[in-house]
């Protein structure tokens, strides 16, 4: 055990075994990276988050709801040098482990803020805006109800710029009892945007549409077809997107039918 202490929200743990690091939450297992650099994460959902920047390529600012292990964050502050990255975490003591164990970057492009995600949000809208914004957060293996209902993805929406894009980690799968997370979510999400994406990852190997998987579900105004999608995955968003295999992603693209018809539109937190 390299650090373990206990936080209001959790009790935080940092190992490392095989050379990889591990970060966890109570019972779930947060992040895994290769080695210290904290910059390969072991979770290839992770970099389906850099689909966002093949649809808007010229985005300069991203906001990410959730740190973990900080890997996304820390990917792309490397790899996009005119991205201005800021950070929303509730927990201030994710925040200190970040930095400390998994090299989270100091620097004046990564701003941290410890704030509640959701209350986050609905404060910036009409306010703030930005090109990205990413959402991964998980508490005790299940999306806090606040952040999966229309009032957040209104505030969202408001602090997205008119042609940015949204991102939204899920864990579940396409079909039966295990759906139900995703299809409500996609249900609520076309109550806001036209133009709503599910790459369910690992789709491509096994096509098992009741397998639980994590599925990444964008958002945009924007008039993409999913034949434009493609166009811009295979060409790794204009040349920009470095992360290994991500030409291939586009074979995760889920274009099935999800019986949206069938759950109700999330209006509040249950």
């Known amino acids: 055990m390299k650090y373990s202490a206990r936080s209001r929200y959790h009790r935080i743990r940092v190992e490392d075994r095989g050379g990889r690091r591990f970060l966890r939450f109570d019972n779930m297992t ?14 290839l959902y992770i970099d389906y988050f850099h689909i966002s920047l093949a649809l808007q390529p010229e985005a300069r600012s991203a906001l990410l709801i959730g740190l973990g ?24 003591l994710v925040v200190e482990v970040a930095y400390r164990f998994f ?27 930005w090109d990205l914004i990413l959402v991964d957060v998980y508490d005790n293996q299940r999306i806090p109800p606040e ?12 602090c997205l710029a008119p042609d940015g894009v949204a991102a939204f980690n899920i864990i ?4 039966g009892e295990d759906s139900w997370e995703l299809r409500t979510i996609c249900r609520t999400l076309q109550e806001v945007w036209p133009v709503v994406f599910v790459f369910a990852v690992g789709w491509n190997q096994d096509r098992d549409p009741r397998a639980k998987r994590n599925l990444m579900v964008l958002v945009s105004r924007t008039a993409f077809t999913p034949e434009r999608l493609a166009d811009r995955i295979r060409s790794r968003g204009e040349g ?6 991500f030409e291939g992603f586009i074979d995760d693209l889920y274009t099935g039918p999800l019986r949206l018809q069938e759950v109700p539109v999330r209006t509040a937190a249950e």
Do not use: N
């Open 30 to 43: 947060q992040t895994v990276v290769d080695g210290e650099e904290g910059l390969t994460s072991v979770f």
């Open 69 to 92: 292990g900080g890997v996304l964050p820390h990917r792309m502050w490397k790899d996009y040098p005119d991205l201005q990255l800021q950070v929303v975490e509730i927990d201030p």
């Open 103 to 129: 090299q989270l970057p100091d620097h004046p492009r990564l701003e941290v803020v410890v704030a509640d995600g959701a209350e986050y949000i609905r404060a910036a809208a009409g306010k703030r805006q």
């Open 147 to 158: 952040c999966t209902i229309l009032p957040f993805y209104r505030a969202v929406d408001q």
């Open 172 to 175: 579940g799968s396409l079909e």
């Open 240 to 245: 920009m997107v470095a992360v290994k295999g």
